[in-house]
């Protein structure tokens, strides 16, 4: 009985009987190891013992309380124990990498000279633990050792990321920009799947937000308010729903991304409590059913191991074999999403329980953008998950771009969204000449939020906003309806990697 | 009464009273305040005190004394002020800029030693300060944060700056070349609106030449009507329109790039000076109407800030806000003017207002070349402004290509000119062989105005002179009606960057 | 009269008579001098003295002992010979490039971080000797010295190896991936001529596999088995064919990969201890008739000599001209082989010596896979032999993609195979959609063994299987049969290198 | 009278009178001034004082005494005055680009380890002095102002050189090789204009052989007659057309490669005299009739200058323009060349003034290929000199692709040739591939006689015969009758710069 022994807590370390102290409170976590979110493995490397500090960097401090039932909160351990564990936690030295974030904070620059969300990746870049960035940046089959390689082989191998032709894609795309168009009043706003937009930007489903923060998604939420814009709220979202829709301002409108559960009737209690809290929309996640191969994001602890001891660890024929998390941060988010959804069946189910809009995330070709039309969706996100899933998945708006020419009718059978690779106002206006009703950035509110919390979300708004406008006005558009296809055009050559400084 | 002493001026330092001293003599510049085609705000910043100095980097010593009314001169400082005045001036000591660019200036290579408009370039970014080489040499959506990002990214951002693309546009059209022909005795002349030109090559309008050098505009129309060719004066140069034309030869042909206001009634005026003046032409500028984006000018004074303390700005979260001139340089210049101009409205207002021939400077693609040949103008520059407004807008020299082909027809309705990305006599060659009547050249007389004076500018004719004719020769042409579509290919085949020594 | 006296084994040392002294041991080998499939020329360095060193870098200890007849078998040298022998072995000193092995053994990473085929090859370049890496990566006209030239040349020159353009073909497919298809269920595995393969990849024949790890090709055959995929076992392996079939596993399946003998009789003998050994099918080599010119291979005795003497060699005009070996490494392996095969000659003398399935490795171009499939073939495996023949000949995904838009009806006929540039399970799945039946993988084996033994060459197959499955699964695949041509598209763009971190 | 003191000479030292001395004789070379090929400026540069040095760069011994008449000889200087010449030119210190050149002769590697034309043209630009190394490497509109710029510039400017442009040409083309061909005995010997050619490859005209080597364009003849393949002899060699033809085997072939006089008399003159030597074709050029701007070359007195002083150059407003040689060395050699050739007058004159075959070298597109064989010359030579003339005129590879295409016809009228961009075997069989008869190269015989002087020219020869048997081998040829338009595709995609080790 509470208070306990660290003695007592420390024979629970199993699946069989999983404890775990969080602030110094015992929980019994047996039953919900099938149920996190993140995995069982990850409680189990702290079962028996303190798990304070990992849970910080992912949940807010009332998590547990709220989904454990009250019977497994089985009271605080003894005061001396508990003395101890705080003194241990704070005593604890931090990490070479922690070191670095702290520097990092103290250097990054004012708010007002980021100019761009090249800039404000750089600086999240600088400030994030290696964790986050490994987690945020990563993509599939990523080309970090394919780098090493080329460096010391005569053979140069290419293996360009997904992620990266996303970007590129863009570059092949130039305006036929018109002259001689009154531009004076310049009104970027739109409206998705009928709620407005002050400009035709929306927050895309994006994780773990508190990775990079602590008060996580709702800097965004809260930036989204503050900036007219929509916010599609991921389902692997560090904080709950719930938490996020209280953030939200009451006239705000928030999208929900479902990644369906396998099981449907745990799906089912997903939607209803989505319906239920006020989100306004399904984005239903088909482009993530199984993680995509993220290196960068494996490699890490490994390389915070090596950075924190100084040396790089080594092959030992003996030794037995190490058990690699291949699935990443990603695997243990999507264990136990449906692998087999159908056009024919899980459209028609997701209509059966819901009255809300439907939108496809993920349709990567035309062939699927037409089955979703014919499926009688609302929208499709033409996404391939930011790059982080299949690698040569062809960049969304290229395939925006086969759309607009082979099936021009699709657009009026539903609403187009694009996300992925975009940077720049330019790419905003491109892609709404090319038929899109608005695109979706993900991870630029993520490194935003992480270098400056709520003002940095809201910065990005602000300064796409500027950039949208601007773009609209010198292509000779005055509100979103008068950008066209034809003043777009795509060329037949590339744009080169600029040399660096 | 003058004379004032310093705690008098002090008293006038808002846009309700504005005071400033300019070399000792006391001016009310309030109901100027408005009409400054730089803005009002860079007054302000020095409302009530000194302004001399950041006068001098842009205005000629009289400008002031002819724009301002006589009762708004107010008479001199007081002695002893005057003294303390200039002695701050004469004492303050010299930025780390500014000694950079004198040290710069004592290395540049002898003239002779110049042979290409890149070697120019090259030279003027050595000796100009930084401010003035941000101003010139910006373009739209730099690429400087996108460079620092790339850097440190394992992800390759690629943004391409509009400047850039102009010049590499030009790489994609190789010459088939006649030999057999007669060419011993090779013309390069031309004419222009039926004015001649010794080259087909014209100075594009391009602002604000004394941030390089004291003399301003005045080297280039010098060197203009040494080497025979026409100069294009802009609305913004540094130097006003009656100066500029003063220093011109009695028989030198000069046209004029208009900013045109929103307000017809002083656009109307500045239109009859023109006329009144001699300008030849008009030139209508419509790729302008708002700033583009560019980064590095915007950046500029944060850039010198740390230079010349040695430290880096650092967020700070409870500092106010800074405000940001977003607007750069050029937002200043282009404040006030005409942003809702049409086809079917503004030309025929021109038409009306004079007779002198009208060049729509700007135009960015076919369809806007034929509504230029319907609204009867008598040319066109294809433009894109140097590449300093609108990112991934059409290269000239392919909207140049797309007009040809598509549609021939135009070029027997009004002249066609293009500016651009032009470095090589290869280049002025082939825009000429695709129909061009001649072609503008901006920077590349800024920047050799900057670092030799006039000798500079005219070297720059020079340089172009001797390479126009080699190509011309040897694509067997002796004069430039001899330039034929067929005598250029667009390959399908990519210029590379070429590795750095 | 054996025991010999190393005096009179050092008068056997001219193709007259030739002797060699392998672990103490004399063996008379003149008569076997032009069946040496390594030739003549390296043993004729060791004649009349120790060849033990050069013998074992390459054979298996007994494999002498097998091939040459007992009355060759000379008998042992005297003891206190044997003895001098054994020490110098022994004392010699390590070569430079011998130490530096050593010190990359102790220092590569554990196997279970190695993520990639890259990140292999990487490791590998590092363990492996200068002579095995030289042969090993080596390309046809390699590039090396246009390397050294770019560096202080203002022009660049551009050479492509055939090896690295292989690689950067498959960046030029793209995926149109469907999602909404059930993939919980995700089957990689195939057949290959019938044989039961776990995924669609085998081992393409590759030589000296001994260079590398002293077990040589047994590791990879012992690692097929324990995966379940089926190699081809080179003419050219350091180990017998024999040696080999004895290693495998009474169930697992070997292709014998046949260079084939101008001399029509020594060709059939081997053929039939092929068949006779129980190897299931006969890949004839058509793209290797003649040695192409590697030169890395080529420099690499001159590059080991200046690493070991700090010195590099130079010209002296009045030396004797050194006779330079330009066919390399693999001139002396293939230079019995037949140059005179043809279609209506050799493939129907293949068929009539035995009934094993007959496969063409090396096919490539549309033309000559139709002509094989006139000539009634059951296999082409398109090939150009890893880019080490001929420079500029077209990749094998080219090939592939040509032929399936071009005569899709020969892959009705036979199956078709690629091999050549595969680094990732989007490159085997972008070979399947197209048409191919499965892929070999040579320099991969060759390099995990080399750094990892047979748990390296295990790792290849499992690192391939993981990435296939996560590939199909994000295409919409369950089974190879779900690969569709439509799946993937070649597009216009080019992936560019990566720049180095 | 002689002997002369130098007094006395030095009072001849203008153009009214012009004496020089050389290896201590007094020549009046007056009226041989606009005779010289060279230019009369580099005369006057020596006039009145000893041109010895100068003299032997170019010059074998007794050039001078052979092309003035006897009684332009003046007789030797006075003894005392011999022996100070003699002295001054022995004990003048050596530059440093001498010291330089000296040193590097020293190390370069053993004639056996170069393996292919460009390691050869490394250890060339090694041990070739900066002047030899500027003419023979530059190229039209030289991008070294380029590189500078580029490394300081925001924005890069892509400039190429058509010279590089040439090589990179050929990696467009790849092959599609066909197997199962009997290759076994393959024949790489062709003829030209009916003379035979062991392999399908002849020297092209180079200029100035002497800068590289003192043996200058002999060392090149012996090779060719060693090797058995045909030099094209520049009317501008560094030794005169008697010379070499006088050193050639009495059985091998030589052609003349014409710079035809504007003045046609002394034209007609020359041509008889090649007639009369033994000469057996005229190339006539006409892809020179005007120097290209080859900045390296005209960069080279002030390079030589800075590297001597250590200075660089300065520019002083006030010091006297400095006289720029704009033609380089080119320029003094076409000096007086005919720029008013035509079709229809210039191949007519030349037919009426000998029966020799007349080749056309330096077509550049279909349409003079069509022009030439209407004008009925018997070859035509797809030449753009060696990138050297116009920047980017289409390479020779692409319009020999395009004449195969669109004018086969074209073939059966006369013999293609092309030359500009050959480095390896595989370019020259691609060549053969699309109909050319033969290629030419003339930078790889300059820089490969001034590293190994006769040997190193022989050198190329072996290189190219033996990479181009392989690739013949390789493509499935045995002769070069078998090499066919289908064996080469050109693709559309790029290759790309390697990156530097």
């Known amino acids: 009985m509470a208070p306990w022994s660290l003695n007592e807590v420390s024979e629970h370390n199993s699946a069989q009987s999983c404890w775990v102290v969080i602030h110094n409170n015992v929980y019994d976590v047996t039953e919900f190891l099938p149920e996190h979110p993140g995995g069982a493995a990850i409680i189990l490397r702290y079962a028996g013992g303190d798990a304070t500090e990992v849970y910080d960097q992912i949940h807010v401090p009332d998590a547990l309380d709220k989904c454990l039932p009250g019977e497994k909160h089985l009271g605080p351990v003894q005061p001396d124990a508990a003395r101890r564990l705080t003194e241990e936690r704070i005593a604890r030295k931090k990490t070479k990498d922690e070191v670095r974030v702290e520097e990092a904070h103290k250097r990054k620059p004012p708010l007002s000279h980021i100019l761009s969300l090249a800039a404000m990746e750089k600086v999240a870049s600088d400030v994030l633990s290696h964790k986050a960035w490994s987690y945020y940046s990563s993509s599939s089959d990523d080309t970090i050792s394919a780098f090493l390689l080329v460096a010391i082989s005569p053979v140069e191998i290419y293996i360009p990321a997904a992620y990266s032709e996303n970007a590129r894609a863009f570059s092949r795309f130039f305006f036929n920009a018109r002259v001689m168009r009154p531009v004076g009043d310049c009104d970027p706003s739109t409206t998705i799947l009928g709620y407005s937009s002050s400009i035709p930007v929306f927050v895309s489903g994006a994780a773990l937000a508190r990775l990079g923060h ?288």
Chains 1, 2, 3, 4 share one sequence.
């Open 214 to 501: 602590p008060k996580g998604e709702i800097n965004i939420t809260r930036a989204a308010a503050k900036e007219g814009i929509i916010q599609m709220v991921s389902s692997n979202a560090s904080l709950s729903k719930e938490d996020i829709m209280a953030a939200a301002d009451p006239t705000q409108t928030l999208f929900f991304q479902l990644y369906k559960n396998r099981d449907d009737d745990k799906a089912l209690k997903r939607v209803q409590e989505v319906v239920g809290l006020g989100y306004k929309a399904i984005f239903l996640t088909v482009d993530a059913i199984v993680a995509g191969n993220r290196e960068e994001d494996i490699r890490c602890p490994w390389v915070l191991e090596e950075l924190e001891s100084g040396k790089p660890a080594v092959w030992d024929e003996n030794a037995p074999v190490e058990d690699v998390n291949l699935g990443g941060t990603a695997g243990n988010l999507v264990n136990r999403d449906d692998r087999n959804m159908k056009w024919e069946k899980t459209v028609p189910w997701l209509r059966s329980v819901t009255t809300l809009p439907i939108v496809i995330k993920g349709v990567q070709c035309v062939a699927d953008a037409v089955a979703a039309a014919e499926a009688g969706v609302d929208g499709i996100l033409l996404s391939n998950h930011g790059g982080r899933q299949l690698d040569y998945s062809m960049p969304p708006i290229e395939v925006l771009y086969r759309l607009q020419r082979q099936r021009p009718d699709v657009f009026l059978k539903l609403e187009v969204y694009i996300d992925g690779g975009i940077y720049r106002g330019t790419d905003v206006v491109k892609a709404l000449c090319l038929g899109a009703k608005a695109v979706g950035l993900g991870r630029a509110f993520l490194y935003a939020q992480s270098a400056y919390g709520e003002a940095g979300a809201a910065k990005v708004v602000q300064l796409m906003r500027r950039e949208i406008v601007t773009a609209m006005q010198l292509v000779g558009a005055s509100n979103v309806t008068d950008l066209k296809p034809e003043m777009v055009e795509r060329v037949d050559w590339e744009c080169l990697p600029k040399s660096k400084l």
